[in-house]
């Protein structure tokens, strides 16, 4: 489906309420099926990617129910499922599942096989699939890559040294590491998203954790609990970028996940000068939130540290189409993990930027992006959904009309994105 965006007319203003995290959301549909007893899940975004989650754990056993928007899962006991685990465009559910039944010894003796679709097909899996085999897993993979074939059966935990910082990779070992016999002990090279972290203790589990390093043991039994998942950053990313290039806005987001290692797309925005304000709701050691207000002003080009690349990892497109509209240049560098995404999103954005006028140069880690006007045109989503999205921001702001192919694929991620851009006073259509 085509996505067509006008130039915006007028500010957008209004209150902006984001959709669950679909990182919180993924983790919570694990837990709660690997979790004994009752675990109910408040804001679990409903999207296809984290459905696809959820029926993964339906197909192994664990109970699921849905009223008003609150996911009930009674969990503890899996069973084999009948057919193949369906994880289609979801990069977190197949890693994180990977991992969760490695080593899970209700499921010893099954030969369970996880699928996506073309574009989870393609992308790397070796970087799970070796430590769990230096765990002792036993997984087949087409090449390193999906379809895989889990055999669970007994695991030993490891010490091991990630060699990029990847919270799927983080999680998936940990999670293989519940199961295993003995210490499982992680370090990252840089910081990654915490959530696993912060969510096993609500789940009964124990870890011990520094600031690149995490240690669990392995024998551990976890207890269904009430989960609460914050609004998406990285959803409520567009918004906020709308809301700071389209002139004389004001926009309000509401209860938005703040976690530390996530919002390195509001630092950055703010060393190109973006006027955000933020009042914090709650800063414990679950997951934070609060509320952000954006102001619409001027941007300028900024060299994108490399230690915050990781923190803002999956805003790279949307920073990309703000960087379009900054004065001077913004270059990033040490982001050769976005050519690993839905899409190589660094190929990809520079290819649709420059359809739309804008000057880029691409590098094998990173881009350099000028400001400058931007045209309107056709551009395609490469079925990535924050391409996608990031395009549709800048077409806001560009001099005619944008059209976005493949743009359904927004629904991997954030299904109402449209709705709630129009009623922050965007023009949007499907044609
Ligand atoms: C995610 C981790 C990141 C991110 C992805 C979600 C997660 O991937 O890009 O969208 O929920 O753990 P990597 O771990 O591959 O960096």
Not at 277 to 288: C, G, H, I, K
Request: charged share 25%; aromatic share 2%; net charge negative.
């Amino acid at each position: 489906m085509r996505l067509k965006v006008q130039p915006a007319r007028r500010p957008l203003s209004g209150d902006y309420r984001p959709p669950g995290d679909k990182s919180v959301s993924h983790r919570a549909a694990i837990f709660g099926g690997l979790a004994e007893g009752e675990t109910e899940i408040h804001g679990f975004l409903d999207s296809a990617d984290t459905r696809a989650t959820l029926e993964a754990m339906a197909a192994l056993g664990a109970e699921v129910s849905e009223s008003n928007g609150v996911i009930r899962m009674r969990g503890g006991h899996l069973q084999a499922p009948a057919g193949d685990l369906d994880l289609g465009n979801s990069g977190t559910g197949m890693r994180l599942l990977t991992g969760a039944l490695a080593g899970h010894p209700d499921l010893f003796g099954a030969s369970i096989r996880l699928v996506g679709d073309e574009s989870l097909s393609a992308r790397p899996m070796a970087r799970i699939i070796e430590p769990l085999r230096t765990m002792g897993a036993d997984i087949d993979s087409t090449d390193g890559r999906a379809p895989l074939t889990v055999r669970p059966r007994r695991l030993r935990g490891i010490r091991h040294a990630l060699p990029v910082a990847s919270a799927q990779v983080k999680s998936a070992l940990l999670l293989a590491g519940l199961n295993a016999d003995g210490v499982t002990e992680l370090t990252e090279p840089g910081i990654s998203r915490d959530h696993t972290e912060r969510m096993l203790p609500t789940f009964g589990g124990r870890l011990e954790r520094g600031k690149l390093q995490c240690r669990l043991d392995g024998g551990q039994h976890l207890i269904g609990t009430l989960c609460r998942v914050p609004g998406d950053l990285s959803s409520a990313a567009f918004a906020l970028a709308a809301g700071l290039i389209v002139e004389g806005s004001v926009i309000q987001l509401t209860e938005v996940g703040l976690n530390p290692t996530r919002d390195g797309v509001l630092r950055i925005v703010e060393l190109m000068g973006a006027g955000l304000e933020r009042t914090v709701l709650t800063a414990n050691d679950e997951e934070p939130a609060g509320h952000l207000q954006v102001r619409s002003g001027k941007l300028s080009g900024v060299d994108v540290a490399a230690e915050l690349v990781p923190l803002a990892i999956d805003e790279f497109p949307v920073l990309m189409a703000l960087a379009a509209c900054a004065d001077g240049t913004t270059r990033v560098r040490g982001a050769e993990e976005l050519r690993v995404k839905e899409s190589d999103r660094l190929a990809v954005m520079c290819r649709e930027l420059a359809k739309l006028g804008v000057r880029v140069t691409e590098y094998p880690d990173g881009a350099d992006i000028s400001g400058g006007p931007v045209r309107g045109g056709r551009v395609d989503s490469h079925g990535d959904h924050r391409i996608a999205m990031s395009l549709a921001v800048l077409g806001l702001v560009a001099d005619g009309s944008v059209e976005i192919e493949n743009a359904e694929w927004i629904r991997t991620s954030y299904p109402g994105f449209v709705d709630d851009m129009r009623a922050l006073g965007a023009e949007m259509e499907w044609l």
